[in-house]
């Protein structure tokens, strides 16, 4: 039986936690490679310009030279573009800046709160955004 | 040899054992450099060794491996070495490396030693790998010198109990030597040093100071030399070794002073069995505070104590070594008795003192009591000097005023009166503890047929019960006022009378360690 996601019938808080749902970008038929590979850096866009949609590669690790195989696109994107200093900035529009803080730390859940505090914008503003009937980006939360 | 990465595990030198080859090892190096060490300095041997000897092992290990770059290039079964995750395995697969920002790269399949399957770059020339950081010997476990801080108290130990079952190893003043590389010291050397040491009328003397007046065979070591002397004297039962630790000082046992040979007659206890378990928390604390060298309870050691005198040790001249003044005193590797000078806080007089460590006592203050004009429960106030091992004595005196003060009477048939009685106080008294003996002798004698009738210790803890009691409106008396009493006719430590306090029927606790007879019981 195909699983359903129900949407929670508790009323979100500035407390509840919010993360990117992926489901959401394939539910919703949107190109959610060809959107992350248009936030990559300047450098990257270049370097993983041959690479495929989703292709996997061996990334290896700093201390040990341990090799991991991950989506080279996603990768590129978490663990730099998306730490450089103007990934956001205060003229980035509240959504996407909120999309873009939730792949900078690797979408681990964070609440209108914690938003606030990173980003300097009033915590209800951000929940009264997120938690609206309208899905923002696959912004939801977090289950 | 190159230098190897050594990976000790954290606790190889909490669970290290002494080995046969260990013993090997430092008996051939005690032999080769015809030294005595202390165990300190033979535990640092040991660690430099054990280092030296699991480095080679390491080596002999890595000959078989190659160590992990990234640079290389590896085959299907070779087997690696991974520094940095203290850890090797075995290649089983080997493909390209794909990542766009890396270029051209291989990727290996480990199976690792512990059973589980890592992938490693190979043949990349930029990583930080490929320059090898130098050997981390500042960790804890592989710098000698932080090993024997951490450790080293523990390694001493183990060689200490390892050593003593070694006969062919001998100790003296805390240095071990093999007993085959002593030198010959005959009965000649050694009836001169006992002349030297009666010369000097019981002052102890330093090995070197006897080796001045000793023909000893003058082209050898001569820490070998004092050290064959000292084994020597300590095994010719005329002589005593008194110096405290790290001082080696020889006096001729004869000469030293009777309280330091045999314990006082005011001190010497027969034992009375007692149940420990009870004595209540408040007694316990009493034990505690009343430094009585027999007691068992602990406290921590201070730096400043002030006690307050007993009887016994009034009249034999002593002070007690309780847990809280044991850190003060000077101690020994070996010696029972350890001759040094105590120094008079006011006056900076110097008294030579005795600490008779077996049974827990200083000797040496008779003359200064007397000059001090103290009585029994007077304060003295025991700390640290300002020089190494030098200790401070001061009685808390005052201008001498006249007060009641519980007196100690003999009467006609030997037995003890208490009596409330004007005396002359010149110093600070614990009141539940100050007692009068206008004559010791007397006491003495009382305290001889006292024991010569053995009066058991209940009756005798009752009789004075009943005498202090007088001297109490209430009728009651505190357990530390009935253990400063009973100490007169016997010696007697707080705990077996507090436990028969809290036994016996006849006597009732109205609070805080006050009773009262009740012989109706």
Known sequence: MTEVKRPSLLKPTIRTPFQIDFEWWKESERDWQVYLRSLLCPAHQESLANLEDGQMIDWVEENTAEVREVDGIQHALMSHCARQEDFVTQKTALVEAVFRLFLANGNQPMSAEDLSARMGRPANTILTTLAGPRVYKGLRPAQ | ?521
């Open chain 2, 1 to 521: 040899m190159a230098s190897v990465s050594l990976n000790l595990p954290t606790n190889y030198w909490q669970i290290l054992h002494v080995t046969p080859t260990d013993i090997e090892f430092l008996q051939t190096y005690l032999f080769e450099h015809e030294t005595p060490l202390t165990p300190r300095e033979l535990a640092a041997v040991l660690v430099v060794e054990r280092l030296r000897a699991e480095q080679e092992s390491a080596a002999k290990k890595q000959d078989l491996t190659k160590a992990y770059l990234p640079k290389e290039k590896y085959a299907v079964g070779d087997l690696i070495r991974f520094p940095a995750l203290k850890s090797s395995g075995r290649v089983t697969a080997m493909r390209a490396g794909l990542n766009p920002e890396l270029g051209a790269f291989d990727v290996l399949t480990v199976a690792m030693h512990d059973g589980a399957q890592k992938m490693f770059a190979a043949a990349l020339e930029n990583h930080k790998l490929n320059d090898p950081p130098a050997e981390d010997e500042s960790a804890s476990e592989l710098d000698p010198e932080a090993v024997a801080r951490d450790f080293g108290a523990d390694l001493e130990k183990k060689l200490d109990s390892a050593f003593a079952g070694d006969k062919s190893l001998v100790c003296i003043a805390g240095r071990w030597f093999p007993r085959a590389l002593l030198l010959d010291v005959n009965a000649g050397h050694l009836n001169l040093a006992e002349a030297v040491l009666d010369m000097a009328g019981g002052e102890p003397f330093s090995t070197e100071t006897l080796m001045k007046d000793l023909e000893l065979p003058a082209d050898v070591n001569p820490k070998l030399a004092e050290f064959s002397l000292n084994y020597a004297l300590q095994e010719d039962p005329r002589f005593d070794e008194v110096g405290p630790a790290g001082k080696v000082l020889w006096c001729l046992e004869r000469l030293e002073p009777e309280g330091v040979r045999t314990v006082p007659v005011p001190l010497q206890y027969v034992e009375i069995t007692y149940d420990r378990a009870v004595l209540t928390d408040q007694m316990v604390a009493l034990e505690a505070q009343v430094d009585d060298e027999l007691g068992q309870a602990s406290a921590p050691p201070a730096d400043e104590v002030t006690i307050s005198l007993l009887y016994p040790h009034w009249r034999a001249g002593t002070l007690p070594i309780s847990a809280r003044v044991k850190r003060l005193f000077p101690t020994a590797y070996e010696s029972d008795r350890v001759c040094f000078t105590l120094v008079d806080a006011k006056t900076g007089r110097k008294i030579p003192a005795w600490v008779v460590r077996k049974h827990g006592y200083v000797y040496g203050l008779a003359d200064w009591y007397k000059s001090q004009e103290l009585m029994p429960g007077a304060l003295i106030r025991v700390r640290r000097g300002g020089q190494p091992g030098e200790v401070r004595i001061e009685a808390l005196t005052h201008r001498s005023v006249r007060d009641w003060v519980r007196t100690v009477i003999v009467g006609a048939d030997g037995g003890l009166v208490f009596a409330l009685l004007k005396q002359q106080i010149s110093a600070e008294l614990n009141d539940r503890m100050a007692l009068a003996v206008p004559d010791p002798a007397a006491v003495d004698a009382a305290r001889e047929q006292a024991a010569k009738s053995r009066v058991s210790f209940e009756d005798l803890t009752r009789n004075l019960m009943r005498e202090l009691t007088k001297l109490s409106p209430q009728g009651h008396v505190h357990a530390q006022e009935l253990y400063a009493g009973i100490n007169i006719l016997r010696r007697v430590p707080p705990a077996p009378l507090m436990a028969l306090l809290a036994t016996h029927p006849e006597y009732t606790h109205v609070g805080d360690l006050h009773y009262r007879l009740d012989e109706a019981a």
